[in-house]
């Protein structure tokens, strides 16, 4: 005799033991919602397109924090290394430099700051969370040194067009975030140096019996993290014509929450590009359907808090189920 399931109970397991699959199914719960109580505000062609194009600053974090949770690390200071690839790319476009010569300077910056991160963590053994809580502070307080507080105008007008224009109709930030999903994609499942990452967050001490360098491949993750986040400082700050000192406050903490809600791991080893991009979508969907509704900013931003621990919290489930 067959016995029913129970579709809330097939859900929570799903959601609890898929890296992707529980990510997506919230989403689509959510979508379907917002949809019935927005009515067509909710399907308009110009929200779909504001909602992807923020969404794309979220996921190239996200993305970045998946490849250092991979590696058993944690960065706090993604969103302040996105705010200082914003200045730097900023003033320098405002220079007249060429394109590339700005693009390459913002990814710098976020490779020279996750390198610093990956060093004092991988080799000097710091604590990951203080490490980089440090680092946050350290890198507000230079951005503010630098400008003076003050924001950069007048930017370069090639370098406005990456953040606000369109390639086939879809902005030009979405196809940012679709090449570096598919980098991303192939690094961690494609190649040695992927396989050895998630090793090394995995069981560090049975990778190192092995033969791995697990210090020289978490600086790399972190390397790898910094840059994406560079990537997205300098996107974000042609899309809005303006380097503001706060640009990526926060950013971190909701990249982190959204790779957790897709199945990523704090503890390392696990995760999936794609469960992080739906993990993302899930976060930024439901403040874009908050918006939508004009729920007052102060409940925005409790919800945002209750997002992050129900990331903590099924975190901590899923582990408990994996023993």
């Known amino acids: 005799m067959e016995t029913k399931k129970n579709p809330a109970k ?45 969404m794309s600053f979220y996921i190239m974090v996200g993305l970045g924090v998946l490849m250092i949770f991979m590696s058993g690390g944690m960065d706090m200071s993604l969103g ?40 004092i963590i991988g080799y000097l053994r710091f604590p990951a969370f203080i490490a980089t809580l440090g680092c946050q502070q350290l890198v507000r307080g230079l951005i503010n040194v630098i400008t003076r507080g003050y924001p950069i105008n007048e930017l370069g007008e090639s370098f406005v067009t990456m953040g606000t224009g369109y390639f086939l109709k879809i902005p030009i930030p979405v196809w940012i975030t679709i090449l570096i999903g598919l ?9 040695v140096f992927g396989r050895r990452l998630a090793a090394t967050g995995g069981n560090e001490q049975a990778a190192m019996v092995s033969g791995i360098n697990t210090r020289k491949h978490r600086m790399m993750a972190y390397m790898y993290g910094g840059a ?24 971190e903490l909701e990249a982190i929450a ?28 439901l403040k874009n359907g908050m918006s939508l509704l004009s729920v007052n900013a102060y409940w925005q931003s409790a919800m945002q808090g209750a997002i992050v621990l129900l990331a903590v919290f099924l975190d901590i489930i899923r582990k408990r189920n994996a023993k």
């Open 10 to 54: 097939s859900f929570l397991r799903m959601l609890l033991t898929n890296d992707s699959a529980g990510a997506v199914l919230i989403w689509l719960v959510i979508a379907v919602i917002l949809i019935i109580v927005t009515g067509d505000t909710f399907l308009t062609t110009r929200n779909f397109t504001n909602l992807s194009r923020y």
């Open 80 to 119: 302040a290394t996105t705010g200082m690839s914003g200045i730097v790319t900023a003033y320098l476009s405002k220079t007249g430099l060429p394109l590339i010569v700005v693009i390459l300077a913002g990814i710098a910056v976020g490779v020279l700051i996750g390198g610093f991160n990956g060093y």
């Open 183 to 191: 980098v991303t994609w192939y690094t961690l499942n494609k190649t």
């Open 228 to 251: 994406l986040a560079g990537i997205a400082g300098m996107v974000l700050t042609a899309r809005m014509s303006v380097a503001q000192t706060s640009t990526g406050t926060g950013f």
């Open 258 to 285: 959204g790779a957790i809600i897709g199945g990523a791991s704090a503890e390392g080893g696990k995760g999936t590009v794609m469960g992080t991009v739906f993990g993302i979508m899930v976060v930024y969907t």
